[in-house]
Every structure is written in structure tokens, then in C-alpha cells.
């Protein structure tokens, strides 16, 4: 198309390989199954050009519904294009493709064409590349049967005609429908009118289930940045912002919302903030101005409103200067109350519509040579080769075969059914997971909406306390990297990127009483305390100072561990770096209830650390039975393939959706985490509970489970279930050697435990009364551990109590 087609203004055509991504980036196979039965689609794209997106759509659609025949489309599948070249390419591209049955029509995709089926609310996809940037555009429109609230905030000689698009998707989708759209990557943050509006417009609508970032090389030689967004439309009604404005009149008025869903709304919002209740509502009341140092937040919105033009123009007004004071200093409270409470009032609203929503974010590289691996293509300007040159197909963003799991197109399809995802080593790095709230900037006066795409993960508390930054009361250093080959033999030990230290040392780079937060690798964040001098290496370490003890600061950063590992960064490896320990929130806890909070916290930390040493004596007693096996030494023992069928049975669980699991439910769902179940659901994969299961697995850090027998649970595709003939094996003792395994195969994230590689293992082919012996001994240290890991959950909840109690 770039070659035989003139791109008119703000004609932009969609590369062929960007149109695959986006249909496999769609739920299609989810949405079209209406309980176990399958429906088509309604689908239109308003803007269709040359058709790319339709027939794509097509092939998507006959991929999940198999038929004998495209008749289908006639009734689902929509086109409408105001270039009278390209609806006719497009009628001919879609019967060249087996589709000439479908809709295409020429005229204005912003139009309702009733006769023709155009009608708002009538559409189940929406997939489209609209125009955009097109100069002064309101002097050609001339819209008979429709009407779009932000045509009033674009001036007359404004090109911003993609903002209108973006309202057009919300008129003719049916609620739950979907879309994705690509746009200039200025509709996130530009600040005028109808540029916020349409952002006002995506929110009020829409579930934001992804953002794509593409850089200059996706569409060639215009060169254009662009992001795709991918929508869900609420289910209504009722228009969950009706319930939404409710819910903040009701917390804006201090109306009594504990035990409802405006407190946990409030709650949320807060924590957002870092105020307590008490500045808030000091803030709305205005009381807030008698003490102006109270909050950062109040101070913000004092200057705002002394500075705005509407006050500045009131006190020049000869009627205000008529007044007393007192009338003045009222006048004055009463306007600053209501310039304060309109801002909260459309922060709140914003806020509560997606502050229990989640937004994946992908970003294309910037280097051009990346670039080129992250698409699978590039663009050629040599002449007689011009064009779009595939050089992987599908690159990191979809694969050949359709619904690949491991893709960035499977990240989002994931994502709007909550769906976990295992990408790979390559492309982890280029997505991002966050709350959609956390797109916008609740911090500020100016409140535009604007979707920031760069979120830096951060920490919320809220403390009857100031709040201040942990480097200004500890000393915070990076620790000196040493391997084990350079350790010398001594007792001092080596505290690096796991959960204990890691190995001995004669030197010690860090005196006793010292805290340690992982630096690396899948326990990054993990904090600890050293009563004793230790050499760190892969890890930060913290010393408290100007009047903070260090223990304080330890037990309050043990209260945060899950924020804290919610600062990891990178997917492959992840990190959690110095400079974002720094800034870690902390209260500016006085000396005496430092000590309140150590010496209470010490009574929970003996029975913490028992019960450690107790877990840690056990599992050396396991390993004891095993080595006294010697299950490693080959020549004792024959070898057994996971692979006989005779002895072993082996099945991967099945895909879930959200929607399906509910707390409520009883049976549990195990994925890739095979330690813990995700959620719960009401239905069976497996119908026959009678022999024990070993769960391993699939992706992700390699680790199994043991499921006694009589115990029914749900695994999901992420999740392998192995079963052994009871009369010859006992399946316990076998989950330790497959764990022995799978840890000697060296499965990791990189390195799947599929199926195939698990059949290739081999254990020793052990007598089974020696199993069972084995086993009875095991399985009473087992219980032991479980009752001792009981109790450090018990000690862990305990303190976050002292914590509550003392700091907020």
C-alpha cells in the first residue's frame, strides 16, 4: 500500500503484520463462547481503508469458529471508509479473501447509517487505524443522524479529528464490547480541550485494558510514534460512573460509608495520597488553613488557589473591597473550600473508577535495531524493493501459530480476563503491569488526565507521623560483590541475593547490627537482620541513624516486605536498587515509641526464630533420609523413565478464566506457583481424586507439590499433574525425586518443564518398602515444618498489629 497508494492527510495504512498482532491480542476465543455454545461477532471498523483490519478479522473469527463457508460475514462484519478509492479496494481485497459478502461502505465512519445497519450500541469488536491531524476538518464535516459532545471543544481550524473517533467507539460498541485502536501518542498527554476530553471520555467508558507503544519504524515512512489502545466497555447499566459520582458525594460530605464500598474507595485514594483521614478532611473543611505545614498536599492546593487568576481578580473588585475583614476572611474560607472540593471531586470520581483495575503496558525499544527484532520487519526505501521487508514473522509480538501462549499479543489477551502471564527472557523486559490508576497524577492541582505511561513503582503508608524518606535517617549502601570461589575460609558469613546467607567468609565488610535487602534474582527485596558482622555482597544495606535504631527501622520494613519486593525491576532478572530503597516512606517515629515498638516486637521475633531453627533442623533431617539412600550414587540403582507409561501418568491441567474462580468456591486452582492455590472454582478437570498427585510447575521457578489422595483440585494449563501406580511407587517419595530432578534438568523460566522434558527424567527405581520407610519418617518432619511455618505466619501478622498500633 505505501508504494501504490498516495496517503492523503491524516491517511495512515495499518502494516499487515500490526493487524495480525492486534487480532491475536484480543480475546476472540473467550468473547465469541456464550456458555459452551459459539456466536460471531459483530464487527466494523469506521475507517477501513484498504480493509487490512476486516480480513484479518475474518481469518481471526474462522480460526475459533470453524465453517464450510464465509456466508457469515454478511451479517458481521462492517466497513466503513470516506475515500471512495479505498472502499472499492477494500470491497475487492475482502472478496478477493473468500468475504464479498461483507459490508463495505462508502461514506463517514463519525455518521449513524440506520438503514445500513450503523447503529450506536449494535457492535460487539471495534478494530480500527482512524485519521488523524487533518487541518481545520470541521468545515467538511457535516454530520446529519449522529452527535459527538467534543466537536464543541476543537476549534475551527483544529485538526485534532481523532479525539471524535475516540468518542465514536463508545457510541457504537454494545457494553462489554471491545476495541483496539491506534492513535498518535500525543491523545495520552496532550493538555487541550478535546485531547482531554477523550481521555475523560476512555475512562468514563472503558476498562484500559493495555496501552502499546510503537516507535518511528512501525508505520515507515511517516515515521509517526504511536500507541494502541486496547478498551473493554463497562457492562451497563447502571453507567458505573452514576454509582461512581454517589460514592464520592457520600466522601465529600463525610457521610458514614464504613462498612461500604466508598470506604474502601477513600482507603485506596489515601494511601495514593500518603494523607491520613484527618489532613484530608481538614483539607476539605478548610481548617487545614490555619496550619499550612500539615500536609505537602494542602500546601499545594493553598498556593494554587492564592494564585489563581479568579482570586487575584476578586480582591481587585471594588465590591470586595467594600466588605469588612471578617466578611473578606469568610468570603475567602468559603471560595477556598469550593475551588478545593471541585478539584477532589473529579480526582475521586477518576480515581475510583480505575483505582481496582489493572493496565498492561508494552513498550517497543527505541533502537532502531531492536526495533527491527520486537516487529519481525523493516521498511526498504531501495528502489525496486520499497517497502515492508518480513524478516520474523511475528517477531516478539505474536507467533505463526495462533494464540502462541508466550507472546506479547498473549500478555494482553490475558489481561482482559486477569489471566497470568509467562513471557520469555526476551521479551519480559518490554512489559509492564500496573494499576491504571497509577496512569494518572492525583498528586497534582491540574488535573488533565493525562496517561503517563513511565510509573515508577512506588510505596504508600499512611501514619499519625510525618512522613520523611528512609535516607534521612539511615546510612544506605551498595554491597561489594564477591563469589564463592573468591571467599576465604572463615565464619564470617556472606549475605548476597537470597533469603539466608549464602556462603562463609574471613572478612567481614559490615559491623553487627546491620540490615540487608537482596539485591537480585527472584527473592530481590528480601529483607533480613544480622546480629552479627557479615561481608555483604549481592545486597543494600541499612544503618539507622539521626536518632532511628536500626531494629526500629527493621521491624517497620519487615511490616512493608510486600511493597518492598513490589519494587523489583526487570523480568529475567529482577532487581531492587539502592536508589528506591532510599526513597522508601517512613514515619518520623519519636525515640520512645521506637523502643515501645522493638521491645514488643522482640517477644514475637524468639518465637519466630525458634520456630526458624526448628524448620531449618527438619529439612536438614529430610535431606538425611535421602542421602542415606544415596539416591545420586547411579550405580546402586537401576533407572526409571518418567516416560513408562506402566508405572506413570501424566496430564497438564486446562486454561481458566477469571470470571470462572470465586473465593466463595471450594475447589482450589494451582498454576505455575504449585506451592499455593491462585483462587478457587466450582467445577473438576480431573474426575478421579482416589490416587495421591505430584504437581509440578510448568513455567516459572521450578518447584512441586504433593496432593494427597481424596483431596480434588483444579490445575491450570501453567500447571502438570503426575500420577504413579500406587502398588509399585509411593507417590510421595516420588515427588522428591522428581524435585531432585527437575533441580539436576536445571528447569527455570527460560527453561520450561514441559511435558516432554519431565518424560525424559529419569529416577532411581527404588524398592517400595523402602519408599514407605523412607516416607513415614519424612512425613512426620513434614508436619513438624508445616506447624512451625504456622507459627511464623502467626509471628508475621503480630507484629503488622504493634505497627498499627504504635504508628498509625
Request: aromatic share 10%.
Amino acid at each position: 500500500m505505501n508504494k501504490g497508494f498516495k496517503q492523503n492527510e491524516g491517511q495512515f495504512f495499518t502494516p499487515i503484520p500490526i493487524t495480525r498482532f492486534i487480532w491475536d491480542s484480543l480475546p476472540l476465543r473467550e468473547y465469541v463462547n456464550n456458555g459452551g455454545s459459539l456466536r460471531h461477532p459483530k464487527i466494523i471498523d469506521y475507517a477501513c481503508g484498504a480493509g487490512h483490519f476486516l480480513t484479518e478479522a475474518v481469518e481471526a473469527v474462522n480460526s475459533v469458529i470453524k465453517s464450510d463457508n464465509n456466508d457469515w460475514v454478511r451479517d458481521y462484519i462492517y466497513g466503513i471508509e470516506k475515500d471512495y478509492r479505498l472502499a472499492r479496494v477494500a470491497k475487492i481485497s475482502m472478496f478477493m479473501n473468500g468475504a464479498g459478502e461483507s459490508n463495505i461502505i462508502f461514506g463517514d465512519g463519525l455518521e449513524n447509517s440506520p438503514e445500513k445497519k450503523i447503529i450506536n450500541g449494535s457492535f460487539d469488536i471495534l478494530v480500527t487505524n482512524p485519521p488523524y491531524s487533518v487541518s481545520a476538518f470541521k468545515s467538511h464535516l457535516k454530520l446529519k443522524n449522529n452527535t459527538l459532545t467534543l466537536l464543541d471543544r476543537i476549534s475551527n481550524d483544529g485538526g485534532d479529528i481523532e479525539t471524535l473517533f475516540v468518542e465514536r467507539i463508545a457510541q457504537l460498541l454494545k457494553p462489554q464490547g471491545l476495541a483496539a485502536v491506534i492513535l498518535p501518542v500525543s491523545i495520552l498527554t496532550n493538555g487541550s480541550g478535546s485531547y482531554v476530553g477523550a481521555r475523560e471520555t476512555i475512562f468514563k467508558n472503558f476498562h484500559l485494558h493495555s496501552i502499546v507503544l510503537f516507535g518511528s519504524k512501525t508505520f515507515g515512512a511517516t515515521g509517526t510514534n504511536t500507541a494502541i489502545l486496547f478498551l473493554e466497555k463497562y457492562n451497563e447499566p447502571p453507567k458505573p460512573g452514576d454509582l461512581v459520582e454517589d460514592s464520592v458525594e457520600a466522601i465529600l460530605n463525610r457521610a458514614n460509608i464504613e462498612n461500604w464500598l466508598d470506604d474502601k474507595i477513600l482507603e485506596a485514594y489515601l494511601l495514593c495520597l500518603g494523607l491520613s483521614k484527618e489532613e484530608y478532611y481538614s483539607l476539605l473543611d478548610g481548617s487545614v488553613l490555619k496550619d499550612r505545614e500539615k500536609s505537602k498536599y494542602a500546601s499545594m492546593y493553598i498556593a494554587a488557589f492564592e494564585s489563581s487568576t479568579e482570586l487575584i481578580s476578586r480582591k481587585k473588585a471594588k465590591s470586595f473591597q467594600k466588605q469588612t475583614d471578617e466578611e473578606k476572611q469568610h468570603e475567602i474560607f468559603n471560595r477556598f473550600v469550593g475551588f478545593v472540593k471541585n478539584l477532589e471531586r473529579e480526582k475521586l470520581f477518576y480515581f475510583a473508577l480505575t483505582y481496582d483495575k489493572q493496565t498492561v503496558i508494552i513498550a517497543s525499544p527505541d533502537d532502531n535495531t531492536e526495533q527491527k527484532t520486537f516487529l519481525g520487519y523493516e521498511w526498504s526505501n531501495r528502489k525496486g524493493s520499497e517497502g515492508i521487508k518480513i524478516t520474523n514473522a511475528g517477531g516478539l509480538l505474536y507467533a505463526p501459530e495462533r494464540w502462541s501462549n508466550n507472546t506479547i499479543s498473549a500478555a494482553i489477551r490475558n489481561a482482559f480476563y486477569n489471566i497470568a502471564w509467562e513471557g520469555t527472557e526476551l521479551n519480559s523486559k518490554y512489559v509492564k503491569y500496573v494499576n491504571t490508576s497509577d496512569l494518572l497524577d492525583f498528586s497534582r492541582e491540574k488535573f488533565d488526565k493525562a496517561i503517563k505511561t513511565a510509573v515508577e513503582k512506588q510505596i504508600a503508608i499512611t501514619s499519625k507521623y510525618a512522613i520523611i524518606k528512609l535516607r534521612d535517617v539511615a546510612i544506605i549502601q551498595k554491597g561489594q560483590s564477591i563469589t564463592s570461589a573468591q571467599c576465604k575460609k572463615g565464619n564470617i558469613k556472606v549475605v548476597a541475593g537470597g533469603i539466608d546467607f549464602a556462603c562463609y567468609h574471613d572478612t567481614a565488610n559490615r559491623d553487627a547490627n546491620v540490615i540487608t535487602i537482596s539485591a537480585s534474582g527472584a527473592n530481590a527485596g528480601f529483607v533480613n537482620y544480622w546480629n552479627e558482622p557479615i561481608f555483604a555482597s549481592d545486597c543494600t544495606t541499612i544503618i539507622g541513624t539521626n536518632g532511628f535504631s536500626t531494629e526500629f527501622i527493621f521491624n517497620y520494613l519487615k511490616g512493608i516486605q510486600s511493597q518492598i519486593f513490589y519494587l523489583q525491576k526487570g523480568a529475567a532478572q529482577p532487581h531492587v536498587y539502592p536508589k528506591d530503597i532510599e526513597t522508601i516512606p517512613i514515619p518520623n517515629v519519636p525515640p520512645d515509641i521506637q523502643r515501645y515498638v522493638i521491645e514488643e516486637c522482640k517477644k514475637v521475633d524468639a518465637e519466630y526464630n525458634n520456630s526458624r531453627i526448628t524448620i531449618e533442623s527438619h529439612q536438614h533431617k529430610i535431606a538425611e533420609v535421602f542421602d542415606a539412600l544415596q539416591i545420586t550414587n547411579t550405580s546402586n540403582w537401576t533407572r526409571i523413565k518418567f516416560s513408562n507409561n506402566q508405572l506413570f501418568t501424566i496430564l497438564i491441567g486446562k486454561r481458566i478464566l477469571s470470571n470462572e474462580m470465586n473465593n466463595n468456591y471450594d475447589i482450589p486452582v494451582y498454576s505455575a506457583n504449585v506451592k499455593e492455590p491462585f483462587g478457587k472454582i466450582n467445577k473438576l478437570l480431573i474426575d478421579d481424586f482416589t490416587k495421591g498427585s505430584i504437581l509440578w510447575g510448568i513455567d516459572g521457578d521450578w518447584m512441586v507439590n504433593y496432593i494427597p489422595a481424596n483431596t480434588p483440585f483444579y490445575p491450570t494449563d501453567h500447571c502438570g499433574v503426575l500420577r504413579v501406580d500406587e502398588t509399585k511407587m509411593n507417590p510421595h517419595f516420588v515427588m522428591f525425586m522428581l524435585e531432585m530432578a527437575g533441580k539436576q534438568a536445571a528447569f527455570n523460566r527460560s527453561n520450561r518443564a514441559s511435558i516432554d522434558r519431565i518424560k525424559s527424567l529419569t529416577i532411581p527405581n527404588i524398592p517400595l518398602d523402602v519408599q514407605n520407610m523412607a516416607m513415614t519418617e519424612v512425613e512426620e518432619y513434614e508436619t513438624i515444618i508445616n506447624e512451625a511455618k504456622a507459627r511464623m505466619n502467626l509471628c508475621i501478622e503480630q507484629k503488622k498489629v504493634i505497627l498499627d498500633k504504635y504508628l498509625r
